[in-house]
């Protein structure tokens, strides 16, 4: 890559976050550059159907969502590489983002790199994802109507995906590798007055089966020893969420699980540097809501060069 120009803002991430900073940013006719290192439209565009973004009565598939805000922010001048962000520099009043492709020399930045669920590392879990194995009940619980599901965890995402899911599957698994929840008790005592729900205490996952869809987990009780199998059609991952913000430790504040601190304007500590989406501290960890947040980054951006005039 040549010299950088200065761009107004540049946006690390092409998910729901970074795209919907890109409309607005763009569409405030600030020269903005988003670098996504995979695919352009985030977690999003790896789920088959998406039912909970309004706007879409019929739902839509995950794919044509993440394709509809790249066009819609591309119409506006939104320009986009793909690359990889290593870092971000202060250099006086501007910001140099590191990346695969060379630095970018910015007056603001916009974070928006997502989080990613804690993955089991077990086999047939990569295989079977979109196919059975999901990291979202709220996103996926419905289509598991009458049917026996699974999940893994004993915190309270886990609890509270596990009461989700009873609400539409016929049984819910909840596999913990522990003898007691992590969860907080309110949580606990709805999970153990719902009939529906059983627990399975001690228990790891050792693998995922199935032909074209999950069919049954491979589990192992760690005190004892026995291996069993159990029937599911579904399996809930839920051990976790691992924010990819190694990079942009002791630039940015995180909290404890290494994701963006900012206040409700998505404002971090860094005057000029705005976060947004599943990689902020709090954040409900849905496409809509990271979609507003990445409106809310571009607005207070506007805001901050405004005022920087
Ligand atoms: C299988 C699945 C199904 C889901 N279903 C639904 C659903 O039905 N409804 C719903 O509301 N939500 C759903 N979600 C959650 C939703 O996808 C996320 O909440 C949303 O995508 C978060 O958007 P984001 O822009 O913050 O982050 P992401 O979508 O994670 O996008 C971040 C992007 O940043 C890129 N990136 C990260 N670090 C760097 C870097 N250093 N340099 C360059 N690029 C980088 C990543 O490659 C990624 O593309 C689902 C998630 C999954 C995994």
């Known amino acids: 890559m040549t010299q950088s120009p200065v761009y107004d803002v540049v946006i690390i991430g092409g998910g729901p976050a970074g795209l919907t900073a890109g409309l607005y940013a763009s569409r405030g006719r600030f020269s903005t550059l988003l670098i ?7 977690q999003i565009a790896t789920t088959e159907h998406v039912e909970n973004y309004p706007g879409f009565p019929n739902g839509i598939s ?6 509809f805000m790249m066009e819609q922010a591309e119409k506006f001048g939104l320009k986009t590489i793909s690359a990889e962000a290593s870092g971000i520099e202060l250099q006086g ?8 492709e060379g630095d970018l020399v910015a007056r603001t930045v916009i974070v928006a790199g997502g989080s990613q669920r804690q993955k089991m590392a077990v086999p047939g879990e990569e295989e079977f994802t979109g196919k059975g194995v999901s990291y979202c009940a709220t996103c996926d619980a419905a ?3 009458d049917q026996a599901v699974a999940v893994v965890g004993g915190g309270d995402s886990a609890i509270s995906e596990a009461l989700h899911l009873a609400k539409f599957a ?3 698994t909840l596999i913990h590798r522990r003898d007691e929840l992590r969860a907080t008790g309110i949580l606990q005592e709805r999970a153990f007055a719902e009939p529906r729900i ?8 050792e693998s995922v089966e199935g032909k074209k869809f999950v069919e049954k987990l491979r589990v192992n009780n760690v005190k004892t020893g026995t291996k069993s199998a159990i029937e599911v059609s579904g399996v809930f991952v839920s051990i ?4 990819d913000t ?6 940015l504040p995180l909290d404890s699980a290494g994701h963006i601190i900012t206040n409700e304007r998505m404002e971090t500590d860094i005057p000029g540097i705005m976060a947004a989406g599943d990689i902020r501290h709090n954040s409900a960890k849905q496409a809509i809501t990271a979609a507003g947040d990445g409106a809310t980054a571009a607005l207070s951006v506007e805001r901050f060069l405004t005022e920087s005039r």
């Open 36 to 42: 996504e290192r995979g695919l352009f439209g985030g």
């Open 62 to 67: 995950g794919m044509e969502l993440g394709q």
């Open 93 to 100: 009043g501007l910001k140099i983002v590191k990346t695969s």
């Open 143 to 145: 289509f598991f109507q």
């Open 170 to 172: 016929s049984k819910v």
């Open 198 to 205: 059983q627990l399975l205490w001690d228990t790891t996952v």
């Open 240 to 243: 976790g969420f691992r924010p």
């Open 246 to 251: 190694d990079y942009l430790r002791g630039i």
